[in-house]
């Protein structure tokens, strides 16, 4: 399973990006699928996620950013507004996957893309 994240890149504050993470590989069915970041010396953190189909978002992008799923449920897209400094990070895609229909589900973290917001 190998997970492809495009749409990173450098934007000027109060712009906006909408970063897409596609599944690809041996799966039966994908859940809790979702975007996370990391700043350098910092613990990776969750920004926009579904979990058992609802979409959960931190505290610090909650009304800027909006997280979608492709009708095959194997894209996730943040589409990213009003974007802060604050938000410059290396964006990754996370999901929950299962191969067979028989078997547990098992993470998954594309590489990051990285996401430059100037002042």
């Known amino acids: 399973v190998q997970l492809q994240a495009s749409g990173g890149g450098l934007v000027q504050a109060g712009g906006s990006l909408t970063l897409s993470c596609t599944a690809s590989?041996?799966?039966?069915?994908?859940?809790?699928m979702g975007w996370y970041r990391q700043t350098p010396g910092n613990q990776r953190e969750m920004v926009a996620a579904?979990?058992?189909?609802?979409?959960n978002y931190s505290p610090s992008v909650k009304g800027r950013f909006i997280v979608s799923r492709g009708h095959n449920h194997l894209t996730v897209n943040l589409q990213m507004n009003s974007l802060k400094p604050e938000d410059t990070a290396t964006y990754y895609c996370?999901?929950?996957?299962?191969?067979?229909?028989?078997?547990?589900?098992?993470?998954?973290w594309g590489k990051g893309t990285l996401v430059t917001v100037s002042s």
């Open positions: 590989g041996t799966i039966y069915s994908i859940v809790d």
């Open positions: 996370n999901a929950n996957v299962k191969q067979f229909s028989v078997g547990p589900y098992m993470e998954y």
């Open positions: 579904f979990s058992s189909g609802n979409p």
